[in-house]
């Protein structure tokens, strides 16, 4: 019983924190263009001005 | 990166943010050289492109003008409007992904708790974990029911009921009831069922919202059709370039060739030909010398020329368009989703059967609180948590299938309207046809090697809208353009050049029919090569399996008789032409009298307020922005095939919908009598919820192959 006086806070917290770094990311615009952070992997920095 | 040191000094001033939208940019490679070019214009700090809504966002100092950033973007090679911030629509998905994100978590961590219950927890523990159940629980609950919430409220206030309603009601006793229970020691708390369903449903109405916000990035604003600004001559000489908005009546424009006019006005000095074919249908050319009124939105498409302004903004022939729009989609918003007519049956009757099972177990003398908690048991069973995934699931995975086919669906509404339809009328120009004109095959097998690289190398330094579809055409036969010296436009008269020692020109012949340009290479004989406006390349096919579909076609065109009577023959059918934007609308108003259900596909601004009003319209990717903004599906791509494609597919979808209704009615059939019964534990309603939740969705996903 008493581990679960640990067990239960730290997964209650663990998920909060999830939670807390979902809402950061949907703030900052991280959610806004899916399809841009796939393809912007692609880009290539050192591409000569065409 | 780099640009962001080439900002010092002018911190003083605050950075402006402009938007613009980059409809070309399609690519990691585009994005990069979109950025790039940005950057390097002195004066910018920052730009950062979103390829969802095919926009970039350039934080700049006030130095730094829209025309100036729009001629770097040309540079790369890409067209650029600046975006009006009004225009954005917010996005749907948005406002629901938190509720989703909370119902998650909390559904997650309550059903933990639930699992030892379940495996036998008692006593003490037992109170603990709905305790804790419940401190999770309601404040979740609250927060990601409330999309609901405030449907159902809204929906009651206006004496209707939709979805939403029965949801409400179940998903507030459930929760009245695990509190009461926790409260009093009882035995068994739903808060796991009850955030599971609000996730599930929350999960639906997120794909339908995605649904539409990915169809929203390819379609853009209103009015953007308009030139969004235009170069202003004053009264000394100069000029200066104005922002649409600030265009008054009075003012002096300079229309380049190859320029939208941003204004409706008179010709003052000059004279040109426009290309009218997005406001009237007409694939003529109009010739209008000074004293002749333009209209907003024709493309100039010769000469530069001097408009003097007589009416901007809302004054304009293209903005008494957008108000019969507005006034058009009412047959649009009478409908009703098929959810919703399903809820319309579905909330009373399971509301009827819990309150037969209070009072039936209020008469077996059982109490009121064990009578209660049975009927609520009836509730939480019968909420229509597969019944608020079997529409948008399905619609989703038909949707994403379509996409792949070149056909974006706006929202799902569409495609139930759209599988309903009985009757096509098709615009002409930039519909059945290509809109755009296209040489003449005999006459370019004709040219000779040289001949070709020449044309090639002459139409490629025009505007024009016959040198543009030479150049497409030749480039298309993989013609190399010739090297050419001293080439000039003469506005009206063609392109001149030296080639090989040789004066060589492309412009309008001496004598011809309809729309032809001459190739004069300086010796032998000028080549006359043919223009038409021809049909897309499978029209006839397309049409033929929309007739086998049972849907009626007919043209509906603005254009005049002669142009519109030589595609109904070749088509081989019935046709009406010369009809005004108001006119379209009415025939479809007396069609849709008659009962029938009308599918509009049209692309041009005049076909604005037949779209809005059809049933289900189409528009090709092709189409004015007012076409593809009014339109419920947008296909990209030449061929007409996407037509019967997209009816094929919305008529699948609704079968696998109707499909999932009876899935998840039958298992509500099997569950009620045990929840009437006093069976069901919340054990039970969990399994009982998901699994009928995931049956509908694997059914939903035989769609993937829906667009064939």
Known sequence: ?50 | MTAAARLVGTEAAPPIHSVFSVPGMHCAGCMGKVERSLNAVPGVTSARTNLTARTVEVVHGEGVETPDLIAALAGAGFEAQPRVIAEEAPSAVKPLLAPLAVAGFACMNVMLMSVSIWSGAEGTTRDMFHWISAAIGVPAIAYAGKPFFSSAFAALKRGRTNMDVPISIGVTLATGLSVYETVTGGAEAWFDGTLMLLLFLLAGRALDAMMRDRARAGVDALLRQAASGAMVVEADGTTRWTAAAALAPGMVMRVAAGERLAADGVLVRGASRFDQSLLTGESALVAAKAGDAVHAGTLNAEAPVDVEVTAAGTDTALAEIARLMEAAGQSRSAYVRIADRASRLYAPAVHTLAALTFAGWMLAGQGIYHSLVIAIAVLIITCPCALGLAVPVAQVVAAGALMKRGILVKDGSAMERLADVDRALLDKTGTLTLGRPVPDEAALDALSADEAAVALALASNSRHPLSLGLAQALAAREVRAAVLEDVAEEPGRGVTARWQGRRVTLGRPVAAEGMATALDLGEGPARVIGFADRLRPDAIEALGELKALGIECSILSGDGIVAVSEVARQTGLTARASASPADKQQNIASLQNTGRRVLMVGDGLNDGPALAAANASIAPGSASDVGRQASDFVFTGESLMALPRAVRASRRTMRVVRQNFVLAIGYNVLAVPLAMAGLVTPLIAAVAMSTSSLIVVANSLRLQGAAR
């Open chain 1, 1 to 50: 019983m008493t581990s679960l006086a640990f067990l239960l806070p730290i997964a209650l917290g663990m998920g909060l924190c999830g939670l807390a770094a979902f809402f950061w990311a949907l703030k900052r615009g991280q959610f806004s263009d899916l399809d841009g952070a796939a393809a912007r992997i692609l880009i290539d920095e050192d591409e000569d001005e065409a």
